[in-house]
């Protein structure tokens, strides 16, 4: 990611006082389009694959998966409080940072709620339990959408943005690391400048642009030349190690100390550990890592096409990942006798969304502001509705429109969309909390240590009571429908079948207008109504 979006172009422009040409570099991604496309998209991808794999094993029948929606909507609550609970607290202790576009922030979250309104209207009050091909074609468009209402907020569009004050972001997406400099490997030897002064020079005059270091024979002192702030983006020191290492490392060279990385168990920092306990624990940690690390040694190194290939062809290795995962759902669900929504919504949620909680966790840590940690956990929402929903959807969709003339049914459309009111509930409790810290501290992530894990423990508590809910209620479908009762008649009495387990009936007391084969989402299903006479 962070070698896609550093990719600049040259310019070149004609100064009108001299006429002689002036050659700058500008970014040729823009950070709004860049958080929203590639981080949110990538880190989401899991998600999405699942969500698509599932859809095509599901191919031809009229029946939608639960698997795909089931992981989405459970990852979003993942996204909205466990991760923000981590990016609050990562910062170090009394680092302030805030989001600096507020108008763009404020746009990513319109269309976040935006999404799971539009689900839920769709799958409760336009064609209750049914989608329709333009239901799902028009989710698909409203990603294009959003990207577009970013954009037009980002570059202060006149009529399609907010009259917001914004401060600057800084230049380069993200702030670029020290170059580590390896005396005794020889790599440093015609590329970096380094100027050593023996004992008999003079010491008093030093460049100030210059960062010490001493050699490790401690006979001279070592000074590393470093960028100063009027040169061009070219000359970053992420960007002057990469083209010292692709000159003196061929392209296979390169991947092959992929492969040595990713079979080595201790580092050097493990070897220097004086206690026996946490050398053999990390260890321990690296050999759990090695087959991982090795599958996804396969990944071309980055250095090349701007890192492109790496970032294809990892969302490759994640889909193979992905089908893998959904083949284990089915066993387990076959096995265990749990309904596989019940795992998408909580196992596969978690899982598939640690790479958003690794993304955003590296925002909040190396960003300045804090645009680009809370737009991923925004747009990611967004992203899981309107192509990890949209696309599995318009898949089957039009697989049944061609085929059959006949739209997806959604078996359990009861269920998603309670799932989908407990979390627009607790997301504005979220949201609350980053509006007042922001009001009250002056910035939404980072601060005072004790303010920042209040506020951790205030999300994780928030997402466990969500989660409860959703996890204790249980879905049952109508078979009977046995007679109305109450002082007026309004309400039905009825007979259900629980969804997870077919064997079992109970009697339920149903307000309001319900018909056989409707599916009821049951708080508590251990008590059971009394039989009319």
């Known amino acids: 990611m962070e070698s896609v979006v550093s990719h600049t172009r040259e310019v070149v422009d004609v100064d009108p006082c001299t006429g002689g040409k002036v050659i700058r570099h500008e970014k040729v991604w823009n950070f709004t389009i860049a958080d929203i496309s590639l981080l949110a998209f990538g880190t989401s991808f899991p998600q999405i694959s699942l969500a698509t794999i599932d859809a095509i094993r599901n191919i031809g029948s009229l029946y939608a998966g639960g698997l795909g929606p089931g992981t989405l909507v459970g990852s979003a609550a993942f996204d909205l409080f466990p991760i923000h609970a981590v990016c609050v607290v990562v910062p170090k202790a009394g680092e302030l940072k805030k989001i600096a576009d507020i108008g763009v922030w404020l746009v990513e979250l319109f269309w976040s709620f935006w999404a799971y309104i539009w689900l839920y209207i769709i799958l409760e009050v336009w064609t209750p339990n049914v989608i329709t091909l333009w239901e799902a074609l028009l989710t698909v468009l409203q990603y294009g959408l959003l990207l577009t209402h970013a954009y037009a907020q980002d570059k202060q569009w006149p009529y399609f943005s907010l009259p917001i004050p914004r401060s600057e972001r800084p230049e380069d997406w993200v702030p670029a690391e020290p170059v580590a400099?390896?005396?005794?490997?020889?790599?440093?030897?015609?590329?970096?400048?380094?100027?050593?002064?023996?004992?008999?020079?003079?010491r008093d005059v030093v460049d100030i642009f210059s960062i010490h270091s001493e050699t490790r024979n401690g006979v001279g002192s070592v000074y590393q030349q470093v960028s100063g702030i009027d040169e061009s983006p070219e000359s970053s020191n992420k960007e002057y190690q990469e083209k010292m290492v692709s000159q003196d490392h061929p392209f296979f060279t390169l991947w092959r100390q992929q492969f040595v990385d990713a079979v080595k168990l201790e580092s050097t920092e493990s070897r220097k550990l004086s206690n026996i306990y946490l050398r053999l624990a990390r260890i321990f940690w690296q050999l759990l890592l090695a087959p991982w690390r090795l599958l996804f040694?396969?990944?071309?190194?980055?250095?090349?096409?701007?890192?492109?290939?790496?970032?294809?062809?990892?969302?490759?290795?994640?889909?193979?990942?992905?089908?893998?995962?959904?083949?284990?759902?089915?066993?387990?669900?076959?096995?265990?006798?749990?309904?596989?929504?019940?795992?998408?919504?909580?196992?596969?949620?978690?899982?598939?969304?640690?790479?958003?909680?690794?993304?955003?966790?590296?925002?909040?840590?190396?960003?300045?502001?804090?645009?680009?940690?809370?737009?991923?956990?925004?747009?990611?929402?967004?992203?899981?509705?309107?192509?990890?929903?949209?696309?599995?959807?318009?898949?089957?969709?039009?697989?049944?429109?061609?085929?059959?003339?006949e739209p997806l049914r959604i078996e359990n459309a009861a269920g998603l969309s309670f799932s989908l009111l407990v979390f627009f509930a607790t997301s504005v409790g979220c949201i609350a909390v980053l509006v007042i810290r922001r009001l009250t501290l002056g910035a939404e992530l980072g601060g005072p240590k004790l303010w920042a894990w209040i506020t951790f423990v205030f999300f994780i508590t928030v997402w466990s009571i969500g989660g409860r809910m959703d996890s204790t209620a249980k879905h049952a479908v109508v078979v009977k429908v046995m007679g109305r009762t109450g002082s007026r008649g309004q309400v039905t009495q009825v007979r259900v079948r629980f969804l997870d387990d077919t064997n079992r009936l109970i009697m339920r007391n149903v307000k309001g207008p319900v018909r056989e084969g409707d599916t009821l989402t049951l708080l508590e299903s251990e008590r059971e109504a009394r039989r009319l006479r």
Do not use: M
Request: with cysteine; proline share 4%.
């Open 181 to 202: 400099c390896k005396l005794d490997s020889g790599l440093c030897d015609e590329y970096s400048e380094i100027l050593h002064v023996g004992e008999d020079e003079n």
């Open 297 to 405: 040694a396969f990944v071309p190194p980055y250095n090349i096409a701007h890192g492109w290939v790496a970032f294809i062809g990892s969302l490759i290795f994640i889909s193979a990942i992905a089908y893998i995962v959904t083949q284990l759902t089915d066993l387990i669900s076959c096995v265990t006798g749990i309904n596989p929504y019940v795992i998408a919504f909580t196992a596969l949620a978690a899982g598939t969304s640690w790479p958003d909680l690794v993304a955003s966790k590296i925002a909040a840590e190396r960003q300045l502001t804090a645009d680009s940690a809370i737009a991923n956990i925004t747009c990611s929402n967004s992203v899981n509705i309107y192509v990890g929903i949209g696309v599995p959807w318009l898949i089957d969709t039009a697989y049944n429109y061609i085929v059959y003339n």
